[in-house]
C-alpha cells in the first residue's frame, strides 16, 4: 500500500502522560471519599475528559449538576497541568524520535491525533511541536473516539487520503476511530486490548520506515 502520512496518538504513545491523569484523577477520588484504582484508569484511555469525569463519577457513585461537572473537571485538569509542566524530553517513549526523523527523512507526513486539550503544551515541552506537519487535538475536535472525525481532520490537514494513513494508537477506542476513519490501525500495546487493530507492535525501539513499508506490503 501507498502511505502519505502517520497519525499518532500522544498519551502513551509518543509520551507517557498516562501517569499524569491517573494522578489528578486519584486526587479526585480521594477527595470525594473513594479509591480510583489502576484498573479504573484503563476504562479512560483514549476518551474526552468529560466522558472520563463521568466513569469515575459512576465507579464514586456520586452525582453532580452540569455546572458542578465543568467545575470538578477542571479542576482535575488545573492538577494535571501542574503535573505536565514537569515533563522533559527524557520521557519521550525509546525509539519515537527516530522513527519520527526516519519519517521525515522519507517524506512521510506526520500529524497528531490527541483528544487532549493540553497537547500542545506537552509537545512543547518535550521539544518536539515543529516536527509534526499538523495538530489534531481536543481543542479542535467536537466529536470523541471512537467517531473518526480526529483522524479524518489529520488526513485532510496533511492533504493524504484515508487510505493511504497509518495510525498508532494505544487505546481501543482510538483503535475503532482509525479503523472507522478507513486507515490501517496499528495498536501500540497489549494484544488482547488492542485485538481490533491491523497489527500491534509493543513500542517503537526497533521500528523504522523500511520496516513498516514490509509489514504494510504483506
Not at 102 to 113: F, P, T
Not at 165 to 174: I, K, L, N, R
Request: a negative charge; hydrophobic letters at 45%; glycine letters at 6%.
Amino acid at each position: 500500500m501507498k502511505i502519505s502520512a502517520c497519525i499518532f496518538d500522544l498519551d502513551g504513545v509518543i509520551v507517557d502522560t498516562a501517569k499524569y491523569h491517573y494522578l489528578a484523577w486519584r486526587r479526585l477520588a480521594r477527595e470525594m471519599g473513594f479509591d480510583f484504582s489502576p484498573e479504573h484508569n484503563e476504562q479512560l484511555k483514549g476518551i474526552s475528559r468529560m466522558q472520563s469525569l463521568e466513569i469515575l463519577l459512576q465507579i464514586g457513585g456520586i452525582s453532580l449538576t452540569d455546572a458542578e461537572m465543568i467545575d470538578t473537571a477542571q479542576r482535575k485538569n488545573a492538577w494535571y497541568v501542574d503535573y505536565i509542566t514537569t515533563i522533559t524530553p527524557d520521557e519521550i517513549l525509546p525509539g519515537v524520535v527516530n522513527f519520527l526523523n526516519d519519517l521525515k527523512k522519507n517524506h512521510i507526513k506526520i500529524a497528531l491525533g490527541s483528544a487532549s486539550k493540553n497537547a500542545g503544551l506537552i509537545l512543547q515541552r518535550i521539544e518536539l511541536k515543529d516536527i509534526f506537519d499538523a495538530v489534531i487535538d481536543g481543542n479542535k475536535i467536537t466529536k470523541a473516539k471512537p467517531d473518526p472525525e480526529i483522524f479524518l481532520m489529520a488526513a485532510q490537514e496533511t492533504a493524504a487520503k484515508s487510505s493511504e494513513c497509518v495510525v498508532f494508537e494505544d487505546a481501543q477506542a482510538g483503535i475503532e476511530a482509525a479503523n472507522n476513519a478507513g486507515m490501517v490501525s496499528i495498536g501500540v500495546g497489549d494484544p488482547e486490548t488492542l485485538e481490533q487493530a491491523d497489527l500491534v507492535i509493543s513500542g517503537f525501539s526497533n521500528m523504522s520506515w523500511k520496516l513498516l513499508k514490509e509489514w504494510l506490503s504483506h
